[in-house]
């Protein structure tokens, strides 16, 4: 028989053993695909989203076809999005996308990926911290768009696609505000030729926005820089003739000596 000591480690090794295995115990292991999405879905609503995200990572490997998996899919977007990871939330929206492209809730998925992007755009606050505007690239905003876009041609009818439009007017209007602020940055500088021709492609790529404004004013001031009269006076021909009422002016800031910023 083994001495007392012996048998007291042995039963706490034991103890210890079983503890362990309890905790890695998956308590999800033998739920069928509906209760695993069920549960999924009452921490989705609870705002509990990484552990909804947990259940449809099971749901997923464990059943992977089926009306339920395909919807937990969707969700998993929303979720990682509402757990702000809008990386996993974007790369679940093109996955959904790749693999169900006729699925009867694509077009919210569309909606989905715009609507990640479309809060992701943080333009406003180079505006807060000073941002030089030529060194923020608006991927998010286009994208955003593209996104909209490609949901009102397919699905003109969705219910989502008033949303998506009232979306893409506000975006090509901070696009065309955005280049606007790059262009005014060029001419602040005294690179006119470059404020010119950004001032040009706005005219050119949205006409139709309150932007074309100050790029018109921004081409008078410019041109008026370089000494170019003839291409002054017929920029702000156009200027006044699409905008009579206007009174923007542009004045060139002079340069100090003792300025450093």
């Known amino acids: 028989m083994p001495p007392a000591w012996l048998l007291i480690v042995f039963l706490t090794a034991l103890l210890l053993l079983t503890g362990c295995a309890g905790k890695d115990t ?82 919210y998925v569309y909606y989905l990926k715009g609507r990640i992007n479309f809060n992701d755009d943080l333009g406003i606050l180079s505006f807060v ?61 005294g690179a006119y030729v470059a404020s010119v021709n950004r001032a040009q492609e706005i005219v050119t790529t949205y006409p139709r926005t309150p932007a074309v404004e100050r790029a018109l004013a921004i081409m008078v001031a410019s041109y008026e820089q370089m000494g170019l009269e003839d291409l002054r006076a017929g920029a702000e021909r156009t200027l006044r003739a699409n905008f009579p009422e206007s009174t923007l002016k542009l004045e060139a800031r002079r340069s100090r000596w003792w300025r450093l910023w």
């Not at 705002?47 to 990572?57: D, F, G, L, S, V």
């Not at 009306?67 to 093109?94: F, P, T, V």
């Not at 492209?101 to 077009?107: E, R």
């Open 129 to 189: 911290y000073k941002i030089d505007p030529t060194e923020r690239d608006p991927v998010a905003a286009r994208e955003a768009y593209d996104a909209f876009k490609l949901l009102v041609t397919r699905f003109p009818e969705s219910k989502y696609a008033n949303d998506a439009r009232a979306r893409m007017t506000y975006l090509v209007n901070a696009l065309a505000s955005h280049e606007t602020s790059v262009a005014e940055y060029y001419f602040r500088q």
């Open 26 to 107: 998956d308590v999800t292991r033998d739920w069928p695909a509906d209760r695993l999405y069920y549960a999924a879905r009452d921490e989705l609503d609870d705002k509990r989203y990484e552990k909804a995200i947990e259940y449809y990572q099971k749901l997923d490997a464990r059943y992977p076809y089926g009306r339920l998996a395909q919807q937990g899919k969707i969700d998993i977007a929303y979720a990682h999005w509402k757990n702000e990871d809008a990386a996993s939330a974007l790369a679940a929206c093109d996955r959904f996308v790749r693999e169900h492209p006729n699925h009867f809730n694509v077009d």
